[in-house]
């Protein structure tokens, strides 16, 4: 009997304690991850275990993202595959530098602005053959090997060839967004390829695809040019005329990846790294220049008054990703005007600081020369790649070509065919605004954070949310993204809507109920405890002290991060 009276003294002391002292600010599910040699953080298990097992056979940080990324488009189709497009921002150890990939695909020469204006369309449909742009995810891979990698390409894609023919075991987040994919089952090939006993397979049953087995030996054997040029770039060409679809061999034959200069805006001292369009990445440096000048601090997290200026940032900012993000070839953008502070200075002059605003126009910066999947990941050697790939909307155009086991992405919907003179009109052969970004943090010129968060239009957003958790509330890697977000939805967006009413703001659990009515009373049409949308992050962290890495996965994902 004193046994157990003392054990229980002694739980109740230790619970009553740890409540006391409890961090209240501490979001965290699960512990970060430190490991010395290798880190991966990726949306699902087996991909990180594969990644991390190229590391230790001999690979860098490439390497180990193209298989994961390979194995991704087996094991979380809903989010990318080879049918889409890819961006990389890629710390290289021996130059000391960053780099940028843009491997996007442009719209097929075929499919013309008439073609939409004489079936009296008004916005690209998400699903069928007009969405469909080529494929930029295996050029990218090629691209990102061909300069950086070290392990042949046969033993890169091996785990997912073995994986595609042996199967696996779907994960529970992953298998609900296969469910969604009930409205895409009348495009060519797509029930056989994923749903095969004509449902979306359940958690924890085995799914197996062969034929994107067979696609991916293919390209392991005979290099990218058999997808853009050679026997499988003729069986997507020879499938497209079948259907009476767009895309022809020569849209692929022409297809080339580009190299581009990564842009930053500094942040209380830290460099934060974006892409330049046609992705929307400077829409977060825009949002953080806008930011700097006030005290989130002393605000405090999540507060209505940092919530709020948040949202107007936001808004802001987006305003300029609907009138100046497009194709650079075609649109250049004032990108360094638009990522000035002097610009940010005067950007942030429109925000009321006790009101909602309903409507923002886009401003005139000077004219200066200048679902999907997301992994992040750091080798012994101290390369880093923050990596990011995605069909656009969950299984992409849901167009399957014959035997290949991938569908083609639908990033074409984000074209604007009601406005001929904007940017980002749609046209032949051009480049369409893209969401996806991966980003990256630098410190006194060294590496620090590769990181990147999935999820259409929250990215932007969801970056700037990571960043303000890290600098501004001294957060944790793994608190800084599992802390309760926000989602504001209704900005103004390339494909020609206005917004005019302030838009939506959601918010996950976790927002207290004060900040919550003080929202309201500013005016924000608030909807508190959304189960979804708020993206999917991965990072991982050079602690270059204690010549670490610290990663991260957050629990919206079905994913970890792992090292060794």
């Known amino acids: 009997m004193p046994l157990k009276t003392s054990s229980f003294f002694f739980c109740f002391t230790f619970l009553f304690y740890g409540l006391i002292h409890a961090d209240s600010s501490s979001y965290a599910t699960r512990p970060v991850v430190k490991a010395k040699n290798g880190m991966l953080a990726t949306s699902h298990p087996l991909a990180t275990k ?122 529970p987040i992953i298998a609900r967004h296969w469910s969604y994919g009930d409205d895409l089952i009348k495009q060519p090939n797509f029930a056989s390829t994923f749903f095969p006993n004509g449902r979306s397979p359940k958690e924890g049953e085995s799914f197996k695809n062969p034929d994107l087995g067979n696609t991916l030996e293919i390209i392991a054997q005979e290099g990218r040019d058999a997808f853009y040029k050679g026997s499988l770039a003729k069986r997507m060409d020879a499938f497209s005329k079948k259907h009476g679809h767009f895309l022809r061999y020569e849209d692929l034959a022409s297809h080339k990846s580009l190299w581009v200069e990564p842009l930053k805006s500094n942040y209380r001292g830290y460099d934060i790294w974006e892409l330049p369009p046609n992705t929307q990445g400077i829409a977060a440096l825009q949002m953080l220049n806008i930011l700097e000048k006030y005290e989130l601090r002393s605000w405090g997290h999540n507060s209505a008054k940092t919530l709020h200026h948040m949202v107007e940032a936001k808004k802001l900012s987006y305003e300029d990703r609907t009138k100046y993000y497009a194709d650079p070839q075609l649109s250049p953008a004032p990108l360094k005007g638009l990522i000035s502070k002097e610009y940010a200075d005067a950007r942030r002059q429109l925000i009321n600081s006790e009101k909602v605003s309903e409507h923002f126009e886009p401003g005139n910066p000077i004219l200066q020369n200048g679902d999907t999947v997301y992994l992040s990941v750091g080798d012994k050697e101290g390369n880093m790649i923050s990596f990011i790939q995605s069909n656009y909307a969950g299984f992409g155009s849901g167009v399957v070509p014959d035997g290949m086991g991938f569908s083609f992405q639908d990033r074409g919907a984000l074209f604007n065919i009601r406005d001929k003179n904007h940017p980002n009109a749609y046209a032949p052969g051009k480049l369409p605004f893209h969401t996806i970004i991966p980003a990256f943090i630098t410190k006194d010129g060294a590496p620090w954070l590769s990181f990147g968060l999935m999820g259409g239009a929250m990215q932007p957003q969801g970056h700037v949310q990571i960043v303000c958790n890290l600098i501004d509330f001294d957060m944790n890697l793994q608190e800084a993204c599992d802390a309760p977000r926000f989602r504001h939805y209704g900005s103004s967006t390339s494909t020609g809507y206005k917004m005019s009413d302030s838009g939506t703001l959601r918010l996950e659990k976790g927002v207290s109920s004060e900040s919550i009515e003080k929202l309201r009373s500013m005016g924000h049409d608030v909807r508190p405890n959304s189960r979804s949308g708020f993206g999917g992050f991965q990072g991982v962290i050079w602690d270059k002290e204690n010549k670490t890495y610290i990663g991260a996965s957050e629990s919206r994902k079905d994913g970890h991060a792992e090292g060794y």
């Not at 193209?66 to 290289?92: C, H, Q, R």
């Not at 097929?108 to 998400?126: A, C, G, I, K, S």
Request: proline share 7%; with cysteine.
């Open 50 to 171: 594969i990644g991390l097992q190229i590391i230790k056979d001999g690979g860098n940080a490439i390497d180990a993202a193209i298989a994961a990324n390979a194995a991704l488009g087996l094991m979380e189709p809903t989010g990318g595959g080879i049918g889409g497009d890819l961006f990389a921002i890629v710390w290289s150890a021996k130059d000391k530098k960053l780099y940028g990939l843009n491997a996007s695909g442009r719209s097929p020469q075929l499919l013309t602005w008439d073609y939409f204006r004489e079936h009296n369309l008004n916005r690209v449909p998400y699903s069928g053959p007009l969405p469909v742009t080529v494929p930029g995810c295996v050029d990218g891979w090629f691209e990102l090997h061909g300069k950086f990698g070290k392990l042949p390409m046969k033993e890169i894609l091996a785990p997912a060839i073995k994986y595609c023919r042996e199967g696996f075991e779907l994960t």
